[in-house]
């Protein structure tokens, strides 16, 4: 993203000017530096200076300061000017009595999970405390610090935590396979060699506005191989974001890992490893979930591919599914009873896209010959390290959908990940 901070004058007032360049945009996320005579606004509005209408916004904490809102389309090669104020307070009344929409963002923390809706309906939950083995036999499976479940807009899950043909696997995670610590093999993956777990430490900087959701979360990744007593190799923050889409939930995930001491972590050569995303246990039977790529290819063609993205989805049951308020139906009385609203749509799914930043982008994906799970991992490709000093970032975007995967629009949201728009100042 091209973010100006320069300004022509001293003022409570620009005009910003976004383009599209060669980038279709519809229903994503834009930010913005918040130029510099903005800096000390604790609250800002923001109007389309054509039609004059108010679009919420929401101001990001940090260095410099960004802000944030959806577009709703803007077509390639086009461009769109706001007037972005400096205001007293989040009111929600412009001065010309402009309303401004107040989207329903709901985080929820109950002492097991963070959970995020979006008007009512549920998108993620991030696991904070530590989720038990299915298994009382095998505790080793016990793990926290992990997304599930997520779900497509219908309100139906579309991963699963601790499968029963693989308890270790939790839905969106993020561990290591093969490596290498001071010396000793550790494999922070597969925790029934109880070799490594990833742990969470603590949920931190949770932020409610009308464009997204944003939770920082750490976690630790630790060998528990050591005669005296387990280490800590890496440790990790995750950033997240999940914006105000209600068609199909967008979200973007940031992982940082640091190391603990002085020592590297080496990443050997392996088949998988790095993120995780494993699909509902109902697709873990033959021809019972489905991948696609960027590339067009599935799971026949796909494996150690390195697509821009792929998309894991699978039949989903007909359920009563939570409707938002403003769009709440159901269905005719029967025998006096009110039945729940139902959805037809008979499959769902999820979809990643790989950040360019990513190391040894477009990174390969392992897709299971059969069952529903893939990871997106630069671990095919040879060893590699993550040194002292030198933090380790991964980002991906998710978008969850119900229906089939239209190629095409995941295209576009790709497109528009990896190539924001681009912004201006210009009065």
């Not at 022509?8 to 383009?19: K, N, P, R």
């Not at 939930?249 to 392996?270: G, V």
Request: charged share 20%.
């Amino acid at each position: 993203m091209i973010c100006t901070s320069t300004v022509v004058a001293e003022a409570s007032s620009l005009v910003i000017e976004i383009s599209a360049d060669k980038v279709a945009r519809k229903l994503v996320p834009v930010c913005i530096e918040l130029p510099a005579v903005l800096g000390e606004a604790k609250q800002v509005s923001l109007f389309e200076v054509d039609s004059n209408q108010r679009i919420p916004c929401q101001i990001e904490a940090g260095s410099p300061p960004k802000v944030w809102w959806m577009l709703e389309h803007l077509p390639a090669g086009e461009t769109r000017r706001y007037r972005l104020t400096a205001v007293d307070s989040d009111d929600s009344k412009a001065g010309n009595g402009t309303t401004a929409p107040a989207p329903d963002m709901t985080a929820t923390v109950d002492g097991q999970a963070l959970a995020i809706s979006i008007e009512g309906l549920p998108v993620l939950k991030y696991q904070q405390a530590v989720m038990p083995s299915a298994d009382p036999a095998k505790p080793f499976y016990a793990r926290s610090g992990f997304i599930h479940p997520v779900f497509e807009p219908a309100g139906r899950a579309v991963t699963e935590a601790m499968p029963a043909d693989h308890m270790h696997q939790h839905a969106l995670m993020f561990a290591w396979v093969n490596a290498e610590f001071e010396g000793r093999k550790v494999d922070f993956w597969n925790s029934h060699k109880e070799q490594g777990l990833v742990r969470n430490v603590r949920l931190e900087d949770i932020q409610v506005g009308p464009v997204f959701i944003r939770f920082k979360a750490r976690l630790e990744h630790v060998d528990q191989t050591p005669e005296d007593g387990p280490r800590v190799a890496l440790h990790e923050l995750w950033d997240v974001k999940v914006f105000h889409r209600t068609d199909g939930f967008l979200f973007d995930w940031q992982s940082t890992l640091t190391c603990a001491t002085e020592s590297p972590l080496k990443l050997l050569k392996h088949d998988y490893g790095g993120l995780c995303l494993r699909g509902r246990d109902e697709w873990n039977i033959a021809d019972g979930g489905e991948f696609l790529t960027s590339e067009g290819k599935t799971r026949a063609n796909g494996n150690h591919t390195r697509p821009h993205w792929c998309d894991l989805s699978g039949p989903l049951p007909v359920t009563p599914v939570p409707q938002a308020p403003t769009a709440s139906k159901a269905t005719p009385a029967i025998n006096g009873t009110q039945e729940p609203a139902t959805s037809p749509a008979p499959w769902g799914g999820i979809a990643v896209l790989d950040h360019p930043s990513n190391f040894r982008f477009p990174q390969p994906v392992r897709l299971h010959p059969h069952m529903p799970y893939l990871s997106v991992t630069p671990a095919p490709l040879g060893p590699f390290e993550i040194e002292p000093g030198k933090p380790y970032i991964t980002r991906f975007r998710f978008f969850t959908h119900t229906g089939k995967p239209e190629a095409n629009v995941i295209d576009q949201l790709w497109a528009d990940y990896a190539q924001p728009v681009a912004s201006q100042v210009i009065e």
